[in-house]
């Protein structure tokens, strides 16, 4: 009987990878392949694995800063040199077939099953917080908003989020609940510009049986509900002036009334609200009161856009194909390098609702392989300007293209205009550089360097 086995295969060239992976899934085995550093990051920390296979040098590192980085001891890693098994070495290195390769770690598997050790658990990085409630922090602006909203976390004060729609301010607001001491209490959520306002009030603070035409008996509101939790209450910046006034008396006696009832009702809950809307605007405006935004506003969070959040727009992207392979069963593996940077210049008007709404509909139509630039909506290909004909080689002459191909080089030259249009937007800051392109500051000197870019 084939050993099952959960294996993660890294492998910057699909050609050889691909074969693999196939005779191994034939094997009764589950394999993630990843072609770069930082997607193999993304999938060991969203699952286990029994074994890594993984190619010495990878476009954005090698398989030492792979290990270094998931902070692990896997069972057995393939390398080109300093391997602690020999004779695995031998054998992948020399022009084996993919069928006897797969054979050959299926051995190597079986003394591993028998002694059935655990498979190892990858961490979750302290800059990748909250994974599996869809938070990627891993840019800087990011990273920033996190830090703040875990340390209010910790405090009772209420929080007003603020940013674009589309950025994810309901989900920050559940990291927050859930890293606070009312985590195991009620996260209570409510769109105050989804419900007109004759509803909104009985919704929040619930009525009395009597209260108006209809209501044939009581009812608690999400107030009453998130007792002693945590209650967001998104788009606040569209409750109308009648309302504010009581939620303001809710923020400052912590007690209300329900609708059609001269019972007050004490409760002790955690307010954070989040609004798209420049609330000072609408205080000079006269249609939101300032002293409540006083309140709302004690310790305030705005979320960045998702085109200021570099890197974080790949992340997303790859969490969301793992969550999409897993809940739908498709085996959508990465985005195409090439297709990446169309990604990384889109201006996502949507942010990150939008990408999550672009990945789905990709996964759903193609089900299987990388997503390529021929999959992508028409509006995100016109933003990037490809080559006059439609050349996706833009270092390549036609004649070459025609006749023969240079991969290396040709990688090589993408990564290079990749490394110097970063430089140019960092203002030839290294440190901010290596992190947008996902790679060591070590790595990305030594490659100017080599390469003569310095």
């Not at 890693?77 to 006897?100: K, V």
């Not at 607001?173 to 509803?199: K, M, T, W």
């Not at 790949?314 to 959508?332: C, E, K, R, V």
């Not at 390549?396 to 993408?414: G, H, N, R, Y």
Request: proline residues 5%.
């Amino acid at each position: 009987m084939a050993i099952a086995a959960n294996i993660l295969l890294i492998d910057a060239d699909a050609d050889r990878s691909t074969p693999l992976a196939d005779a191994l899934q034939q094997q009764g085995c589950s394999v993630t392949v990843s072609h770069r550093r930082f997607d193999a990051i993304d999938q060991a920390n969203l699952q286990s694995f029994n074994l890594l296979l993984c190619q010495a040098q990878l476009p954005d590192g090698d398989w030492q800063e792979v290990v270094s980085d998931l902070n692990i001891t896997p069972h057995v890693i393939f390398h080109p040199a300093d391997t602690p098994i020999d004779a695995a070495m031998h054998a992948l290195c020399n022009d084996l077939s993919s069928a006897e390769k797969s054979s050959f770690i299926m051995k190597l598997l079986d003394p591993l099953s028998r002694n059935a050790p655990p498979a190892y658990e990858a961490k979750v990085p302290a800059n990748a917080i909250a994974l599996d409630n869809q938070m990627v922090a891993n840019s800087v602006a990011m990273q920033k908003v996190t830090r703040m909203a875990l340390r209010a976390a910790k405090t009772k004060s209420s929080i007003l989020i603020t940013g674009a729609t589309g950025t994810g301010k309901e989900v920050m607001a559940q990291l927050i609940h859930s890293q606070s001491d009312r985590a195991a209490l009620p996260f209570v959520a409510i769109n105050c510009g989804a419900i007109p306002e004759e509803l909104l009030e009985s919704e929040l603070f619930g009525h009395s049986k009597g209260a108006f035409t209809g209501a044939t008996q009581s009812r608690k509101g999400r107030f009453q509900i998130a007792d002693k939790g945590t209650i967001f209450l998104d788009e606040i910046g569209d409750m109308s002036p009648k309302l504010q006034v009581k939620l303001l008396r809710v923020l400052q006696e912590r007690c209300f009334e329900p609708v059609g009832s001269h019972e007050s009702i004490e409760i002790d809950v955690r307010i954070i609200a989040a609004t798209h809307r420049n609330l000072a605007d609408s205080i000079s405006q006269g249609t939101f009161r300032e002293d409540l935004y006083y309140r709302l506003n004690v310790i305030p969070l705005e979320l960045p856009a998702l085109h200021e959040r570099g890197q974080d727009i790949l992340d997303l992207a790859q969490f969301f194909i793992h969550q999409l392979n897993a809940s739908m069963g498709t085996t959508i593996v990465g985005i195409e390098p090439a297709c990446q940077e169309i990604f990384l210049n889109y201006p996502w008007p949507g942010n990150v609702r939008e990408l999550s709404n672009i990945v789905e509909r990709i996964a759903v139509l193609k089900g299987e392989g990388f997503i390529t630039a021929e999959d992508l909506p028409e509006k995100m290909r016109d933003q990037y300007e490809l080559p006059i004909g439609g050349n996706l080689f833009p270092f390549a002459p036609e004649s070459t293209i025609a006749e023969q191909l240079d991969m290396k080089k040709l990688v090589e030259d993408f990564e290079n205009q990749l490394i110097l249009s970063a430089l140019e937007k960092f203002d030839g800051n290294k440190k901010k550089t290596a992190d947008y392109l996902s790679m060591n500051r070590t790595t990305l000197i030594e490659k100017l360097k080599k390469r003569g870019l310095a």
